[in-house]
């Protein structure tokens, strides 16, 4: 079957099309993967719509992660062979150690073509192998979402039991910074527009619930549910209109993840006083790296933790997925099927 990938040709969703590309022979260093299930990230959509990169370069394969299966490798590939189920890595070149300008340039779907395709060659150190638990479909959910909740939880904020941890809304990264939090013993405050969507919250391990559309002040809320001391965790999806509150929400001492911009990039913002007075630790987090999705991978197995999938749609209908991320009306995870 000729291989396809989604391209966009210009920004906006009228301008994404399935395109008939080559399947290429590995080089030495590289690894041919049948790609079978994609996720969608906000991202995704932000790229589509021009928010991402103004500038980027047309036409792109879109997607940010996805999973599959190897089907060639390269005469020097040691790590892979034919028949090993694999994911991607977001950063395709950041493998350990801190984040760099150069590892910054190689996020898929963005400055390189990505993973919305029924088939792409990846280096070798661009992939990683699936914890033999999980569906395609699951593990296309993990090099992004969960990398940059585990990220933010675990690697940078060194997630403790007893802890207390908020996370805004219901989206992808917002589900697995709940589970996450969970597995390390913390206690987990979730907020959402949606009651249905807070009781299957609870359902997943949340210990409270406030809705933000009729809990505007939703930062106090989180300092009654706290004895007045604020959250020491915060997952940060929000963006210039909720970090305010988020600040507001905090502990003393508490850590603040910079992860997204879900409400906009226009509200006021965080003011420095705020952050000072209460010594707040600001994280930005930007996914993971290799070393951090390996470990993040090991505590999952262990847990047998699944992945929230909310729907799963064909890639040809890959604008009506995009449709459904816009309405908000999703609970977790939104996944391509490529093949
Ligand atoms: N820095 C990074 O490395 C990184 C990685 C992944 C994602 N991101 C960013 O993180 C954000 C979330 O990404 P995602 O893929 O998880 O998105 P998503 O799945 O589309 O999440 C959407 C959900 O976010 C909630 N939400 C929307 N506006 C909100 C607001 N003002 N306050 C609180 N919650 C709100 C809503 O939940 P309810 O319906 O429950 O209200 C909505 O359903 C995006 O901005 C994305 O670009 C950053």
Redesign the pocket.
């Known amino acids: 079957m000729q291989a396809q990938s989604l391209r966009l040709n210009a920004f906006g969703l009228d301008n994404i099309a399935l395109t008939p590309v080559d399947v290429p022979e590995p080089g030495p260093h590289e690894v041919l993967v049948s790609l079978h299930a994609a996720s969608l990230?906000?991202?995704d959509?932000?790229v589509v719509l021009g928010i991402y990169n103004p500038k980027m370069e047309f036409p792109r394969i879109l997607g940010s992660d996805a999973a599959g299966i190897v089907t060639a490798v390269g005469s020097a590939v040691t790590h892979f062979k034919p028949g090993d189920r694999v994911a991607t890595l977001f950063f395709q070149d950041w493998l350990y150690g801190p984040f760099t300008p150069t590892t910054g340039k190689s996020g898929l779907g963005g400055p390189i073509d990505g993973t919305f395709t029924t088939t792409r060659l990846f280096p070798e150190h661009g992939l990683i192998h699936i914890p033999g638990y999980l569906t395609d479909e699951e593990a296309a959910t993990l090099p992004?979402?969960s990398l940059?909740a585990w990220n933010a939880l675990v690697e940078k904020g060194n997630l403790r039991a007893g802890q207390t941890v908020l996370v805004?809304?219901?989206?992808?990264?917002?589900l697995f910074a709940l589970q996450i939090a969970k597995l390390h013993g913390a206690r987990v405050i979730v907020?959402?527009?949606?009651d249905e969507?807070l009781q299957r919250a609870r359902a997943l391990g949340a210990d409270e619930t406030i809705n933000?559309r009729t809990t505007p002040a939703w930062d106090k809320a989180v300092k009654d549910l706290t004895n007045g001391i604020g959250a020491d965790h915060i997952v940060e999806?929000?963006?210039s209109?909720?970090l305010a509150l988020s600040a507001s929400a905090a502990a003393f001492n508490g850590h603040i993840y910079?992860?997204?911009?879900?409400?906009g990039t226009d509200g006021p913002g965080l003011d420095p006083r705020s952050a000072l007075v209460k010594s707040l630790n600001v994280h930005g987090?930007?996914?993971g790296s290799r070393a951090m999705f390996q470990r993040m991978n090991a505590a999952f197995s262990l847990a047998r933790t699944h992945p929230v999938i909310d729907r799963v749609f064909p890639l040809t209908e890959a604008r009506a997925a995009f449709e459904h991320?816009q309405s908000?009306?999703?609970?977790?995870?939104?996944v391509l099927s490529l093949q």
Do not use: Q
């Open positions: 990230n906000y991202r959509l932000m992004c979402a940059t805004l809304g219901t989206g992808g990264v917002s907020t959402s527009s949606s969507k933000y999806v929000g963006g209109n909720t910079i992860i997204g911009v879900l409400s987090v930007y996914v991320m908000g009306s999703h609970f977790g995870k939104i």
